[in-house]
């Protein structure tokens, strides 16, 4: 699976805080993330990880600061054109079927011929076989597949995934962590969440770390990945 256009997309975060009430989710974050970087965020619960993201995929505003991208998409183009995202929560519908969950998404998406792309998806992700099953029959691990699909339907230039290795079983997160090696190496622009080392970490061109929404540490500054893997989850 690759980018549906070749087009290389970038962020840039300047002094981004985010708070919630007295409480700082975000601490004036300034980071360039160039197009088809792979990006791994460590730190321990609480640190930002997930605000961050949320803020990358538009769900959330921050307090200050601002967030970019390079080069900018046109203003006609919605973020959701560009972009895929998989929070921790699956966000797909238990009283739909896995196939149902997919055409639903791809049609809000407007996916040129929903069905082919929904299938070769299935089949990717191996649900092929209980395509036909509702959501809420699913364990974590198949919701997680589900959810994965879902965010790769429209080919993105840019992935956000928080730990989406959620509820995989090993064949799954080796699915995974091919998956996004193919797409980081088609350019596709990839950060993420994670806790410690990995199959999936494995794929990262760069890595930072996050402690009480303040940057840290960042591989682009001299910090190794797997010292920045390794300390955030002691």
Not at 198 to 210: F, K, P, Y
Request: contains cysteine.
């Amino acid at each position: 699976m690759t980018p549906a256009e070749t087009r290389r997309i970038g962020l840039r975060l300047e002094n981004i805080d985010k708070r919630y009430g007295g409480l700082y989710a975000l601490r004036r974050v300034s980071l360039e993330i160039e197009p088809g970087e792979c990006v791994a965020f460590a730190g321990r619960n609480g640190s930002g990880k997930t605000t961050l993201l949320r803020i990358a995929a538009q769900l959330v505003r921050p307090s200050a600061g601002k967030l970019t991208f390079s080069p900018a998409p046109n203003q006609s183009e919605r973020a959701t054109k560009n972009t895929g995202f998989v929070a921790h929560a699956t966000m797909v519908y238990d009283e739909l079927t896995a196939e149902e969950n997919l055409l639903l998404f791809a049609r809000l998406l407007e996916i040129p011929e929903p069905s082919q792309r929904v299938e070769s998806l299935l089949r990717d992700v191996g649900l092929f076989e209980r395509r036909d099953s509702l959501v809420r029959t699913f364990s974590r691990g198949m919701r997680q597949r589900v959810a994965l699909a879902r965010a790769l339907l429209h080919e993105p230039s840019v992935l956000l995934l928080d730990e989406p290795a959620t509820g995989l079983d090993p064949q799954g997160v080796s699915w995974l962590a091919a998956t996004l090696r193919r797409l980081r190496d088609a350019d596709c622009t990839i950060l993420m969440s994670l806790h410690g080392e990995s199959e999936i970490s494995d794929v990262a061109t760069r890595a930072i770390r996050l402690d009480a929404g303040a940057v840290v540490a960042d591989t682009r500054n001299g910090a190794s990945l797997h010292s920045i893997l390794t300390f955030a989850n002691a």
